[in-house]
Each structure stands twice: as C-alpha cells, then as structure tokens.
C-alpha cells in the first residue's frame, strides 16, 4: 500500500517566521503535490512536481517555495509565513499507470501562524 | 475560474434512502474523473473514478453517471450508511503528461441512522 508521510504532524509559528513542511513517500511515485485545505475551500494545489529537482507552481503557489531533492522527498517552504497561511496541509503523490492517477494522501500537516 | 463545480455544498440523507451529490467541469480536456472521500479528523482517499469512454461505473453502493455532453457527472450513494458521512471531492484531470488533478470544493454528507 502507498506509504506518504508528513511532519510534523502540528507546527505553531510566528508570522514573519520560516516554515518547512516535509513529505517522504516510498512508493517511487514520479508525481508529488501539495495542497492546502480550508473550510469552503476544498483542496487547493499549491506546487507540484513530476519528478526529483523539478518543481511547478499549482494555483496558489504565492508565499510558498517547493523542493524535490529526491524522488521520495517534496518539501513546502513558508519562508516568511503570514496568519493567513494558517491552514491543514496535505501532500500527496501519485501513481500514474495506465494514464490514470491515483493520488495517496498523508496525514496532513495543522499549521498555526500567530 | 473554478474548473470543477459541486453541488450541492452539504446534504443530510436518512438511512437507507439514495444521496445524490453532483459534479460539472469546463475544461473538455478532462478525462479522468476521480471522487475522493474524506472522513473527520483523516486524510483523502479514492472512492471510485471514471473516464468518458463510459457513461456509468459502479462499484457497490456507489455509482457515478457521467454526462459528456453537459459536462456533467453525479455520484450516487444508494441505501446510504451512517459510516458513508464524509466529504466527497470530485476531482478532473487530463491524461498524457500533465496529470495535475484539479479537485472541487466539496459536498459535506451526513447521513442520520
């Protein structure tokens, strides 16, 4: 079974601080996403990327960077994290075979920005 | 510009009876369509997808109908469950290299026993 994990599970920051979100999956999965989730918002793609050192801006990648230094690691960087980036984050990666992509999620990441 | 549309934002259905959650898109290039569902507290999962070669997949309890045409499709959750209560995300995607999933914001589902 896909294996994607996050951590930490829970980060409080400060606004104004800087914010790494980690990803590992070990399923040798090309494809890796980042989400956010929000209440009436759904799941919102921030960066994705296909592959080790390739990165792509999702629809909201304002205020956030990406790094895929690996095949099984995608990192999400707040590098000046705001209040507004409050938000549960979800990375994802996904098995393309066959044309069709399954997306296997972690746990999420509760991020608190005061 | 929402590409993926659900309807309704949050239905209650009593047990047994059928709930219908329905989904639209704009992009024609779309032709993969995953639901994913969600529980409290947990992460998404794949329900049941489809693709536009086909007008209806079924899998248990749970069927999607698929309107190419209308750029339209519903999922059908029949005798629903008090354990079917989650969120249900519609998601479309295009196949052939950009497989970047665009997901909808959601139909909250509470079924009452």
């Known amino acids: 079974e896909a294996a994607v994990t996050q951590s930490p599970r829970n980060k409080v920051a400060v606004t104004g601080g800087k914010v790494t979100l980690s990803c590992n999956q070990t399923n040798n999965h090309n494809n890796m996403y980042w989400y956010r989730q929000d209440t009436g918002h759904g799941l919102r793609l921030i960066h994705y990327s296909y592959g080790a050192g390739s990165t792509e801006k999702g629809d909201i990648p304002d205020g956030y960077k990406a790094s895929r230094p690996s095949q099984e690691n995608f990192s999400l960087i707040l590098e000046l994290a705001t209040p507004s980036q409050t938000s549960v984050y979800f990375c994802?990666?996904?098995?393309?075979?066959?044309?069709?992509?399954?997306?296997?999620f972690g746990s999420g990441t509760r991020l608190t920005v005061l | 510009q929402q590409q993926v549309r659900q309807s309704p934002q949050s239905l209650t259905v009593w047990e047994g009876e059928t709930a219908i959650l329905n989904c639209s898109y704009e992009d024609s290039t779309f032709d993969y369509f995953p639901w994913y569902w969600q529980f409290p507290r947990e992460s998404p999962a794949l329900l049941i997808a489809i693709r536009p070669v086909s007008n209806k997949k079924e899998d248990g309890r749970f069927t999607i109908f698929f309107n190419k045409r209308e750029k339209k499709l519903s999922l059908h959750i029949t005798d629903s469950q008090p354990g079917d209560s989650a969120t249900y995300f519609c998601?479309?995607?295009?196949?052939?290299?950009?497989?970047?999933?665009?997901f909808g914001k959601g139909t909250s589902l509470v079924v009452h026993p």
């Open positions: 994802a990666s996904g098995d393309a075979g066959g044309r069709a992509e399954t997306l296997y």
């Open positions: 998601a479309a995607q295009t196949s052939g290299g950009n497989y970047k999933p665009t």
